[in-house]
């Protein structure tokens, strides 16, 4: 017959409470950044038809605005119009499921990422990788046919997070076959996507701001590492 008695306290022979593991360990940085995300959407979805144009026409990632002649009608408003969609299509988001699956999937990665790098350090790589997929897409727009005209969500930087994620999956070894295997498995499941995608879940995918996101996460996650183990 088993013991099942919980182990007892030899000084005051009083029995000790085994420990419990929080059921939610994910980051406080990280769950204020997924419910921020959450919290924006929510007050776009209920503005007007109207109000919803002018903020995506405005802070969406918009090869054709982006690209359209200084001067002309749909042309940003000097340089500071033309950077603030780097940041603000990822604060964005198409609809309730797009947002919630970027939220779950932040924390999910983000979690192992913040325990080597430390929040603030965390958050540059997202925001990094966040302007380097808004980069990768834009450049692409112009050569490849692509059929999302606009981007909108924080999948590039979610990317960069997964890419930092897989990186110390793979003891930080960028060129190892480990982390060759994870970043397959990260493209191929894009590819999918973009193929899928339109008739799956109604709407394009930016497979390019993913892949850019997910290269610029796993590289900084690289120097950063680096930084943290020389202090």
């Known amino acids: 017959m088993g013991n099942n008695m919980p182990p007892i306290d030899d000084e005051n022979g009083v029995p000790l409470q085994p420990k419990r593991e929080p059921m939610f360990n994910a980051p406080l940085s990280m769950v204020l950044l997924s419910g921020g995300l959450v919290a924006l959407y929510f007050l776009y979805s209920v503005q007007s038809d109207q109000v919803k144009n002018g903020i995506l026409i405005d802070y969406a990632l918009f090869p054709e605005r982006f690209f359209a002649e200084a001067g002309s009608g749909y042309a940003y408003d000097g340089w500071i119009g033309k ?93 190892s076959r480990q982390f060759g295997i994870y970043s397959a498995v990260f493209l191929v499941g894009n590819v ?40």
């Open 192 to 231: 999918m996507l973009a193929l899928a995608g339109p008739a799956l879940l109604g709407s394009a995918i930016a497979w390019e701001a993913h892949v850019g996101g997910y290269i610029v996460g796993a590289l900084m996650a690289l120097g950063f590492s680096r930084d943290v183990a020389e202090s």
């Open 83 to 175: 950077a603030l969609p780097f940041i603000g299509h990822g604060l964005l988001h198409a609809d309730w499921a797009h947002v919630l699956m970027n939220s779950v999937f932040a924390l999910a990665f983000a979690s192992g990422v913040v325990r080597v790098l430390g929040w603030w350090r965390t958050l540059l790589v997202y925001a990094g990788a966040q302007i380097g997929g808004a980069l990768l897409y834009l450049y692409l727009s112009q050569l490849l046919p692509s059929q999302a005209s606009i981007a909108v969500g924080a999948s590039g930087a979610v990317s960069g997070l997964t890419g930092a994620a897989f990186l110390f999956m793979a003891q930080g070894h960028f060129l």
